[in-house]
C-alpha cells in the first residue's frame, strides 16, 4: 500500500477577521502601553473570547466566531502575543477603577439581598 504525499495543490482557506474587532483591538493596544497579550478561549455557543492583557494591565476583550477568527484578529494586530492564563499574565492583571461593579451587573447595586435559603443567614 503506498500514500501520496504529494502536495495536491488546494490552499488551506483563509479566515477573514472582522474589521470591527480588529478596530477594537487596535485601539486597545494604542490606549493601553502600546502592548497586550491576548489570551484565547472558547465561551460555549456565543463563540471564543479574546481577552486582553494591556502592557498597563488594563482588561478588555473582543468576542468572535471561533479559535481560527480569533487567530486571524490577533496576527493582524502589531503589539499582540499570545498566551494562556500564565502567571506572568495573571501578575500585571490590573482591573480599571469599576470593572468588578461593571462584571457583577446589578447585583452591585443592591443594597439588601434576601436571606440565605440554608439557615445559616
Same mark, same amino acid.
Given at each position: 500500500?503506498?500514500?501520496?504525499? %504529494?502536495?495536491? =495543490?488546494? *490552499? &488551506?482557506? +483563509?479566515?477573514? &477577521?472582522?474589521?470591527? &474587532?480588529? +478596530?477594537?483591538?487596535?485601539?486597545?493596544?494604542?490606549?493601553? =502601553? /502600546?502592548?497586550? !497579550? *491576548?489570551?484565547? %478561549?472558547?465561551? /460555549?455557543?456565543?463563540?471564543?473570547?479574546? !481577552?486582553?492583557?494591556?502592557?498597563?494591565?488594563?482588561?478588555?476583550?473582543?468576542?468572535?466566531?471561533?479559535?481560527? @477568527?480569533?487567530?486571524?484578529?490577533?496576527?493582524?494586530?502589531? /503589539?499582540? +502575543?499570545?498566551? /494562556?492564563?500564565?502567571?506572568?499574565? @495573571?501578575?500585571?492583571? !490590573?482591573?480599571?477603577?469599576?470593572? $468588578?461593579?461593571?462584571?457583577?451587573? $446589578?447585583? *452591585?447595586?443592591? @443594597?439588601?439581598?434576601?436571606?440565605?435559603?440554608? =439557615?445559616?443567614?
Amino acid at each position: 500500500m503506498s500514500v501520496d504525499t %504529494q502536495d495536491s =495543490g488546494a *490552499a &488551506a482557506p +483563509t479566515v477573514a &477577521a472582522p474589521p470591527r &474587532a480588529v +478596530t477594537a483591538v487596535r485601539n486597545f493596544v494604542a490606549a493601553h =502601553g /502600546g502592548a497586550a !497579550t *491576548a489570551v484565547i %478561549q472558547p465561551i /460555549g455557543l456565543d463563540g471564543v473570547r479574546i !481577552t486582553l492583557v494591556g502592557a498597563d494591565g488594563v482588561l478588555g476583550d473582543q468576542v468572535v466566531e471561533d479559535i481560527a @477568527t480569533a487567530d486571524a484578529v490577533v496576527a493582524q494586530v502589531e /503589539g499582540v +502575543t499570545t498566551s /494562556g492564563w500564565e502567571r506572568s499574565v @495573571t501578575s500585571v492583571v !490590573t482591573p480599571r477603577v469599576g470593572h $468588578w461593579q461593571k462584571m457583577a451587573g $446589578w447585583v *452591585a447595586k443592591q @443594597t439588601r439581598f434576601p436571606k440565605a435559603r440554608n =439557615g445559616l443567614g
